[in-house]
């Protein structure tokens, strides 16, 4: 098991490869469609200081306001990552991001992406989003709230041994790609067509 501390060096993206173990500390940044979309098109400089060197994590998180006014998540579940294929590949580019947290891997213009950037995907385990939750330690703060709703908005967190696994890697290689790939051979195979 490796373990990780945001803010992460290119260097040591660089250093992981598909299959590794990993366990996440320090801040992250959750944003899906919505962020994305704002991060290519209007490139706004308030996530910056939270994504140089840092994690997105594609999850629309479930909520708890408290009476003080401060947050805590109750479900954290990652959320399906092809959706931002249009945009990850910039969006790392743009803010230095070292690592995408998700489900479901992306395709070949991220998978680029996180060769030129030096990145990786890290894969998280989806339906556990109440234990995943018990991760994340601390909400920081939270932009964009009220214009986007909870599902979209960028929530700055603390997470504690976060639980990921390296699925694609800054060397290009992909694990998504490759169960795909005999998948595709296996169905041919039962299909006749082999």
């Given at each position: 098991?490796?373990?990780?501390?945001?803010?992460?060096?290119?260097?040591?993206?660089?250093?992981?490869?598909?299959?590794?173990?990993?366990?996440?500390?320090?801040?992250?940044?959750?944003?899906?469609?919505?962020?994305?979309?704002?991060?290519?098109?209007?490139?706004?400089?308030?996530?910056?200081?939270?994504?140089?060197?840092?994690?997105?994590?594609?999850?629309?998180?479930?909520?708890?306001?408290h009476e003080d006014g401060s947050y805590s998540f109750v479900a954290a579940g990652p959320t399906t990552s092809t959706r931002e294929e249009p945009y990850q590949a910039a969006v790392c580019e743009e803010y230095s991001v070292?690592?995408?947290?998700?489900?479901?891997?992306?395709?070949?213009?991220?998978?680029?992406?996180?060769?030129?950037?030096?990145?990786?995907?890290?894969?998280?385990?989806?339906?556990?989003?109440?234990?995943?939750?018990?991760?994340?330690?601390?909400?920081?703060?939270?932009?964009?709230?009220?214009?986007?709703?909870?599902?979209?908005?960028?929530?700055?967190?603390?997470?504690?041994?976060?639980?990921?696994?390296?699925?694609?890697?800054?060397?290009?290689?992909?694990?998504?790609?490759?169960?795909?790939?005999?998948?595709?051979?296996?169905?041919?195979?039962?299909?006749?067509?082999?």
């Open positions: 098991m490796i373990k990780l501390t945001t803010p992460i060096s290119e260097e040591t993206a660089r250093s992981l490869k598909v299959g590794d173990e990993v366990l996440l500390t320090g801040t992250i940044v959750t944003a899906r469609d919505a962020a994305h979309k704002l991060m290519v098109e209007e490139k706004p400089d308030f996530p910056r200081p939270y994504m140089k060197d840092g994690v997105i994590y594609h999850c629309g998180p479930v909520v708890k306001k070292r690592a995408v947290i998700g489900k479901g891997g992306m395709g070949p213009k991220t998978l680029e992406g996180l060769q030129k950037v030096g990145a990786v995907y890290l894969h998280a385990v989806g339906g556990a989003g109440t234990l995943i939750a018990k991760r994340c330690t601390k909400v920081e703060t939270v932009f964009k709230l009220e214009e986007f709703g909870t599902p979209e908005a960028f929530w700055v967190i603390q997470v504690e041994d976060f639980p990921c696994v390296v699925t694609m890697d800054s060397h290009g290689n992909s694990l998504h790609k490759e169960i795909a790939a005999k998948s595709d051979e296996v169905a041919k195979e039962l299909m006749g067509l082999k």
